[in-house]
Nanobody
């Protein structure tokens, strides 16, 4: 499986961005998907995840109500709509395949990490 994340950029605080992650190489609809982020010197942290069908979604408390994860299985793509962005959302954002139980936020339960896309939020 290969994952390609894109859509990052520079945005002012309060603005919006939509990240996309395209998957290739296997049946996308059979896999849960997640987004994580990481800043220099810190551990990778969970942002959001969705079940195989997209019917179940869950979020880190820090982004709940501002970010929305969704997926289009026909396009083998998962999205992260980010609204009301804050400077503390600045990070390299990664998408990954979920392999653990639904509801997991553990980095070790995800894999096949994409290369990341950089989001910078200016104050």
């Amino acid at each position: 499986v290969q994952l390609q994340a894109y859509g990052g950029g520079l945005v002012q605080a309060g603005g919006s961005l939509r990240l996309s992650c395209a998957a290739s190489g296997r049946t996308f609809s059979s896999i849960a998907m997640g987004w994580f982020r990481q800043t220099p010197g810190k551990e990778r942290e969970f942002v959001a995840a969705t079940s195989r069908s997209g019917g179940i979604t869950y979020y880190a408390d820090s982004v709940k109500g501002r970010f929305t994860i969704s997926r289009d299985n026909a396009k083998n793509t998962v999205y992260l709509q980010m609204n009301s962005l804050k400077p503390e959302d600045t990070a390299l954002y990664y998408c990954a395949l979920g392999g653990g139980p639904i509801g997991s936020r553990r980095v070790d339960d995800f894999g096949s990490w994409g290369q990341g896309t950089l989001v910078t939020v200016s104050s």
